[in-house]
């Protein structure tokens, strides 16, 4: 079973809406952390937030926050008032803290192309 | 701050030739990792390292091999190259392990 999975290969949204991007994840450890990157056609990898399994709220990041539903094992992602500059592939990652070794694997999911439309 | 570097930005090889990217920071971060990024397939790690002498292996080992000598540097060889390596690479860095990893610029290798 994937461990990330990101059931939108790829989405479309007006500029100024809000999307939201989804992401769930498959873990039985009680310590895990998801994060979410951006990935510009320019190619680099840009952090955008991250939470952590025993956050008690939602994390935010400017126009950025997160949807964390721990019972569902869903973190989607959810982008407000979208830009132009938005469009870009969005990647969802989980840290497992008993993935073996030293507990510093980071999973990706397969990602999702987002457009902004004007 | 440089952040993290990598080189070179674009490589061919041969099938059965060996070659090492380079990987540095400057950010005094613990925590590095080399992934692959392959169409549709998102990242796959490879190796990493919790910190100089400590390396594990990722999803995808098979093929490469690290070492952590110093705290800035985290080359990734490939042993003998296959078309199958024909990937984008990508190398990371970060503090702790539950903050942002900062990702080098990537290293497009084609196999040949």
């Known amino acids: 079973a994937q461990k990330i999975t990101q059931t939108q290969p790829g989405m479309f949204v007006q500029e100024k809406e809000a999307v939201t991007l989804d992401c769930t994840y498959d873990?039985?450890?009680?310590?895990?952390?998801l994060f979410w990157y951006k990935q510009p056609s320019s190619g680099e990898m840009i952090f955008l937030i991250y939470q952590g399994s025993y956050d008690q709220q939602n994390a935010t990041e400017g126009r950025y926050s997160l949807n964390f539903q721990k019972a569902r094992k869903s973190a989607n992602l959810v982008i407000s008032a979208s830009q132009l500059g938005d469009s870009a592939m969005y990647f969802c990652a989980m840290r497992e803290a008993n993935s073996g070794g030293s507990n510093y694997k980071l999973t990706f999911g397969k990602g999702t192309l987002l457009t902004v439309n004007p | 701050n440089a952040g993290v570097t990598q080189t070179p930005k674009f490589q061919v090889l041969k099938t059965g030739q060996s070659m090492t990217l380079q990987c540095a920071q400057d950010m005094n971060h613990e925590y590095m990792s080399w992934y692959r990024q392959d169409p549709g397939m998102g990242l796959r790690l490879i190796h990493y390292s919790v910190g100089a002498g400590i390396t594990d292996q990722g999803e995808v080992p098979n093929g490469y091999n690290v070492s952590r000598s110093t705290t800035e540097d985290f080359p990734l060889r490939l042993l003998s190259a296959a078309p199958s390596q024909t990937s984008v690479y990508f190398c990371?860095?970060?503090?702790?392990?539950?903050?942002?990893?900062?990702f080098g610029p990537g290293t497009r290798l084609t196999v040949l």
């Open positions: 990371a860095s970060s503090y702790h392990r539950d903050n942002e990893q900062f």
């Open positions: 873990t039985s450890d009680p310590s895990y952390g």
